[in-house]
């Protein structure tokens, strides 16, 4: 992998990734761009004790362009776009319209090929290897600021999931702190390791799936299932078998392994509803891994017995049908899962590739 960092016409940060050593990133942004002025602030519900981003510039992101004018793909000629270049494997830059910034942490976006009809799925396991060690670089960088105090990596798909980007990207988020749901995770994992002098939460619920009939795909070095409270209607949890905190931690064999498994995975959610007209399936894939802030001494917990996971899942529950967040799950957090978790492995292993 080469990396080359740049400069966007405003000043953000642009940062190619290429499988070819001996490849040159020297276009300049063309663009008149001003520098960009964002107004994110940082509150804290004193009720739940939560934090909400407050960003109103971002009411004037780009919204469903035609594709000739997508802003993801390679700049050609005089159609200019967020990459300067005329071609990209994977690359990542400042969200122009980021929802964090300056204090409040940061926001990029992360391209994972220039072809603007294609998504990961379509992806060879060279390029989605490419992916993995951009999102591993970022994550080492972004910890480094001290405005971030938690990385998280991931995918929205699908207008239903409200992508209002066509062009295969997903996005990074440096959080100035631990997430609501991280902290919930942690606070189980200190009560798990007080109950059982010592153990851990994270291998204990990985030993009992992969014993279990919600294992979707199992590989030597990744684990895949659905979790036996699965929230949405088709949810896969997947797992590096070796316990590690974040991508830093991952080792080569479970590196060279990922692209393969990862890839089988969204291509099953792809076929989940084949035949009844339902594909591509929207879906989020999201990152989990251990904050870089210090984590209270009192719970007992290090960052070494948090696991690093990926979550994924889709809002289509049938055929024609989404799970919308009403009046349980929006208003008191209580999620109603409409399709058994063990039906939904089944359905996963029935629509394994060839």
Same mark, same amino acid.
């Given at each position: 992998?080469?990396?080359?960092s ?79 270049d =005329? @071609? ?10 980021? @929802?964090?910034?300056g ?10 090929? @220039? ?5 990961? /799925? ?11 060690? /951009? ?11 001290? @405005? ?17 980007l ?27 390791k007080? /109950? ?12 009992? #799936?992969?014993?279990? #009939? ?25 797992y ?12 080569? #064999? ?24 339902? =594909?591509?399936?929207?879906?989020? /894939? ?13 719970d ?49 292993r ?5």
């Amino acid at each position: 992998m080469k990396k080359t960092s740049t400069r966007l016409a405003d000043g953000r940060e642009l940062i190619y990734y290429d499988l070819r050593d001996d490849t040159v990133r020297d276009a300049a942004d063309r663009r008149p761009l001003a520098a960009t002025v964002t107004t994110s602030e940082i509150r804290r519900d004193p009720l739940l004790g939560d934090r909400v981003a407050v960003a109103s510039h971002r009411q004037g992101r780009t919204y469903h362009p035609p594709a000739g004018e997508c802003p993801l793909c390679p700049s050609e000629g005089d159609r200019l776009s967020e990459v300067p270049d =005329s @071609s990209y494997d994977v690359v990542v830059f400042e969200n122009r319209f980021p @929802s964090l910034a300056g204090d409040s942490g940061r926001c990029e976006v992360v391209c994972f090929t @220039s072809d603007h009809h294609s998504s990961f /799925a379509d992806l060879g396991e060279r390029q989605a290897r490419l992916v993995l060690d /951009a999102w591993t670089d970022r994550t080492s960088e972004l910890s480094h600021l001290p @405005s971030v105090e938690q990385v998280f990596c991931f995918e929205n798909r699908g207008a239903e999931i409200g992508v209002t980007l066509q062009h295969p990207h997903g996005q990074i988020y440096g959080y100035p702190f631990t997430t609501p749901r991280t902290a919930l995770m942690l606070r189980q994992v200190a009560l798990h390791k007080e /109950a059982t002098g010592g153990g851990n939460l994270f291998d204990a619920v990985l030993a009992e #799936e992969l014993a279990g #009939e919600r294992v979707v795909l199992e590989g030597e070095h990744w684990a895949a299932f659905v979790p036996y409270a699965a929230h949405w209607p088709y949810e896969v949890h997947l797992y590096p078998k070796r316990r590690v905190p974040d991508l830093l931690g991952l080792d080569e #064999e479970a590196r060279a392994e990922f692209p393969r498994v990862y890839l089988e995975l969204l291509r099953r959610f792809d076929r989940i509803f084949d035949g009844e007209g339902e =594909s591509p399936t929207p879906y989020i /894939a999201a990152w989990h891994q251990a904050p870089f802030g210090t984590l209270a001494e009192s719970d007992g917990v290090t960052r070494d017995d948090f696991a690093l996971h990926l979550e994924l899942f889709t809002i289509r529950r049938t055929s024609g049908k989404l799970k919308f967040l009403a009046g349980s799950e929006s208003g008191m957090n209580v999620f109603i899962n409409d399709v058994p978790p063990e039906r939904a492995a089944e359905r996963l292993r029935e629509v394994a590739s060839p």
